[in-house]
């Protein structure tokens, strides 16, 4: 499971493989008058960020995200028990 910074990660990585590739092909593509230039950069962007950015890579996963333990009531439903400022208050 990829954890917010993660997630931050991710997305500066996404924007900075597409500036990087689409920017260069789309002057190029101006200088040429071709469009076909900006449309191969972007689906070669496009696969490329999908290879580094979807598969749940042990770099997403820096920062877990540590969970409240869960307590279980004499019913058996659990509760979530957390401390708001100095109260602690259960949600059912």
């Known amino acids: 499971m990829v954890d917010y910074k ?4 991710a997305e500066i990585l996404l924007v900075v493989c597409f500036v990087v590739i689409c920017t260069p092909a789309w002057v190029y593509g101006y200088v ?13 962007a496009t696969v490329l960020s999908a290879l580094l950015i979807l598969p749940n890579w042990p ?34």
């Open 6 to 9: 993660g997630q931050a990660h």
């Open 32 to 44: 040429q008058q071709d469009f076909s230039y900006p449309l191969q950069a972007w689906a070669a």
């Open 59 to 92: 770099i997403y996963n820096r920062n877990p995200i540590k969970w409240l333990p869960s307590a279980i009531s004499g019913n058996g439903s659990y509760i979530l028990r957390m401390k708001l400022e100095t109260k602690q208050v259960a949600f059912l």
